[in-house]
């Protein structure tokens, strides 16, 4: 265990489950302190988002049986008087903010011309808007520190498009404009924006999209098309990892750029 990410604050959104909850337990096993973001009910769209307050209770357990400190907070992406408090919260509690992992997110099926306009705006307001929200009130933080990182997770649908998920694809998309745009705002405050662009990962995502359309979480994984090295998927330790390796000092001069974890699905 190196000492890098020790006591350096990490604010994580969608940190209740999954990619969110893996990385939070990654940090917090670095020494680091974490801020963790994440829906305390159960919202309209799609149906199978199911974390509570419950999920972040048991982060909190988890990372405080590990010695970790933690901050948790129950709210909504959408919702700026959310954002806002869970920051100053954070920030009161640990003193700043070093690392954004700005990974909260929805996924669903259907045809563009078929959506209603709850759903493309549900889609974009908490994948896009929701992305740019966190990102407003974290980054007076890392500005003040004149250092920080900040890494957007989208997915390998914001560099391609994909098949009955084009609001989803749309939203994932819009977060490389918003990285490269913040890249450049921000260099001159020696912060770091980088988008990070998973293929499937095996996370409760998959299992929820699995129940809607009434299949197996692998046929979800295999729609995307199919990865070039033989796994349906990556697991959630592939993620800790590359997202560790973003946050480190050893990709100090990586900004803007998009990080592809992809199994070679894009050179398909
Ligand atoms: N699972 C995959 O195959 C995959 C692949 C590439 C990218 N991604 C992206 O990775 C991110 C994490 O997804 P995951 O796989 O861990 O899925 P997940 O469903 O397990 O976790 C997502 C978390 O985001 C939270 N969330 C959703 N809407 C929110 C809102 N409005 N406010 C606050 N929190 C909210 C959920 O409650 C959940 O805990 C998402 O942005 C997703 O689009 C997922």
Same mark, same amino acid.
């Given at each position: 265990m190196s000492k890098e990410f020790q006591n350096k604050t990490v604010f994580i959104t969608g940190?209740?489950?999954g990619q969110g909850r893996a990385v939070a337990l990654g940090f917090a096993e670095e020494g680091a302190n974490i801020i963790a973001f994440d829906l305390g009910e159960k919202i309209a #769209? +799609?149906? #199978?988002n199911r974390s509570s307050n419950e999920d972040l209770e048991k982060l909190k357990d988890d990372v405080e049986k590990a010695g970790g400190k933690i901050v948790i907070y129950a709210g909504d992406v959408r919702k700026g008087e959310d954002v806002k408090e869970a920051v100053e919260r954070g920030v009161k509690e640990?003193? %700043?903010?070093?690392?954004?992992?700005s990974n909260a997110g929805i996924a669903a099926y259907g045809n563009s011309w078929e959506l209603t306009e709850e759903q493309w705006d549900a889609m974009i307001e908490i994948n896009l808007r929701g992305g740019w929200l966190v990102s407003k009130y974290v980054i007076p933080h890392l500005i003040e520190k004149k250092k920080g990182v900040i890494i957007y997770n989208s997915s390998i649908a914001g560099l391609r498009g994909m098949n009955r998920m084009s609001h989803y694809s749309a939203s994932k998309h819009g977060l490389v404009g918003l990285t490269k745009s913040q890249a450049i705002e921000l260099a001159p405050y020696g912060i770091r924006v980088v988008s990070l662009h998973p293929t499937g990962v095996n996370t409760p995502m998959n299992d929820g999209l699995a129940e809607l359309e009434g299949t197996t979480p692998i046929e979800i994984a295999e729609?995307?098309? %199919?990865?070039?090295? +033989?796994?349906p998927w990556v697991e959630t330790s592939d993620i800790v990892a590359a997202v560790k390796y973003i946050a480190s000092e050893d990709a100090r #001069?990586?900004? %803007?750029n998009q990080f592809v974890l992809d199994a070679g699905l894009l050179t398909r």
């Open positions: 940190a209740a489950k #769209y +799609p149906a #199978y640990f003193g %700043g903010i070093d690392i954004l992992f729609r995307s098309a %199919g990865n070039l090295l +033989p796994v #001069y990586m900004t %803007g």
